[in-house]
């Protein structure tokens, strides 16, 4: 069992910057994939990066050259930097770590996006 829990959100002006932070309880696999998701009123939860413990990592279009995704292994601890963000990016981002058929997701927090 793996719990996680988000910081770092809060309101930001667009073009401005945040750095999600999630840190894990549990054992994470060498295996596990640690990424991000969000989901914006009335959209369906879209996957905004993943990242392995080899440091593969996967960004959606949206958010390419814009979002980094990190993993501190020592910490247990999955990281997303986000810049230029805009008013689009608004949504409620959620941990997620993927093992194998299993999901587990933190509590959610909200990041908006507004002048």
């Known amino acids: 069992q793996v719990q996680l829990v988000e910081s770092g959100g809060g309101l930001v002006q667009p073009g401005g910057s945040l750095r999600l932070s999630c840190v894990a309880s549990?054992?994470?696999?060498?295996?596990?994939?640690m990424g991000w998701y969000r989901q914006a009123p009335g959209k369906q939860r879209e996957l905004v990066a993943h990242?392995?413990?080899?440091?593969?990592?996967y960004y959606a279009d949206s958010v390419k050259a814009r979002f980094t995704i990190s993993r501190d292994s020592a910490k247990n601890t999955l990281y997303l930097q986000m810049n230029s963000l805009k008013p689009e990016d608004t949504a409620v981002y959620y941990c997620?770590?993927?093992?194998?058929?299993?999901?587990?997701w933190g509590q959610g927090i909200q990041v908006t996006v507004s002048a």
């Open positions: 997620n770590v993927r093992r194998v058929i299993w999901d587990f």
């Open positions: 549990g054992s994470i696999f060498s295996t596990d994939v």
């Open positions: 990242i392995t413990n080899g440091d593969a990592t």
